[in-house]
């Protein structure tokens, strides 16, 4: 997933929610820091990848468990 930074100032680190239906599971997750695993999953930076100049971006991904379903409804805000 990319994290764009599409505001006029500099984010010094960035927070995702991934709002996943029942019976799902992040199995896995790279390049983020992950506050669970079902439900509303919250995806925050890493230490290295957090700090994003204007029109900078980054990514992480994740694995998807249980169901076929594709999460929607994801946000994104910095802290």
């Not at 006029?8 to 820091?33: K, N, R, Y």
């Amino acid at each position: 997933m990319t994290v764009t930074n599409g505001s006029s100032a500099a984010l010094a680190g960035w927070t995702v929610t991934l709002p996943l239906p029942a019976g799902q599971t992040v199995s896995s997750l790279w390049s983020g820091q992950s506050t669970g695993t079902t439900g509303n999953v919250t995806v925050r930076n890493a230490s290295w990848n957090g700090a994003l100049g204007v029109g900078a971006s980054t990514t992480f991904g994740f694995t998807v468990s249980g169901g076929t379903t594709a999460p929607s409804g994801l946000s994104c805000a910095s802290p």
